[in-house]
T-cell receptor, first 113, second 113 residues
Framework: DGGITQSPKYLFRKEGQNVTLSCEQN?????MYWYRQDPGQGLRLIYY???????QKGDIAEGYSVSREKKESFPLTVTSAQKNPTAFYLC????????????FGEGSWLTVV | ELKVEQNPLFLSMQEGKNYTIYCNYS?????LYWYRQDPGKSLESLFV?????AVKQEGRLMASLDTKARLSTLHITAAVHDLSATYFC?????????????FGQGTILTVHP
């Protein structure tokens, strides 16, 4: 089945650690995105990528890093510089044309312990 | 900076009643999305509205877009319990940054018997 796969679904991070969230899609979409959702709030854009080997900062990029070496993959690293990383992280993808549906993965819950 | 505001933020409805959720946004855009989110789950795409006057319907939900008023509405007809969820509108900034969505805060809908 086509879709977006995020892993792990649940992740615990110790203070000072970097962690990486995986996002893989087999929809042949060019564009991929990472959003963060805090409890009871809407989503905020962290990074987005419209083509391989290129990505742009979103509204809350500080403390995060990404790479886009393959069309199918857009991993997100939450670095120790991100002071409040506990949140629900959602990866999304879409075709690279105006007005296409943006599809979301199942999400990853990150908790700092 | 694009701002998106939904109201109401909380909506408690009786089964069988009708109601409307409003989504206002602050800058010119003709690309607006509605999503549904169940607790602890990812986002499910409901509607993509791409032009002034666009109206789309699916089951008991109907969405419309007025780009001149910078307003979208999500109308619920004869609510049923299964519609209980959080509903988000999201606006695409447009231009070359397609897919870069700014979300509203979400409307938590609870349908009571």
């Amino acid at each position: 089945d086509g879709g977006i796969t995020q892993s792990p679904k649940y992740l615990f991070r110790k203070e000072g650690q970097n962690v990486t969230l995986s996002c893989e899609q087999n929809l042949n979409h060019d564009a991929m995105y990472w959003y963060r959702q805090d409890p009871g709030q809407g989503l905020r854009l962290i990074y987005y990528s419209q083509i391989v080997n290129d990505f742009q900062k979103g509204d809350i990029a500080e403390g995060y890093s990404v790479s886009r070496e393959k069309k199918e993959s857009f991993p997100l690293t939450v670095t120790s510089a991100q002071k409040n990383p506990t949140a629900f992280y959602l990866c999304a993808s879409s075709k690279r044309t105006t007005g296409n549906t943006i599809y979301f993965g199942e999400g990853s819950w990150l908790t700092v312990v | 900076e694009l701002k998106v505001e939904q109201n109401p933020l909380f909506l408690s409805m009786q089964e069988g009643k009708n109601y409307t959720i409003y989504c206002n946004y602050s800058t010119t855009s003709d690309r607006l999305y509605w999503y549904r989110q169940d607790p602890g789950k990812s986002l499910e795409s409901l509607f993509v509205l791409l032009s002034n006057g666009a109206v789309k319907q699916e089951g008991r939900l109907m969405a419309s877009l007025d780009t001149k008023a910078r307003l979208s509405t999500l109308h619920i007809t004869a609510a049923v319990h299964d519609l209980s969820a959080t509903y988000f509108c999201a606006v695409d900034e447009g231009g070359t940054s397609y897919g870069k969505l700014t979300f509203g805060q979400g409307t938590i809908l609870t349908v009571h018997p």
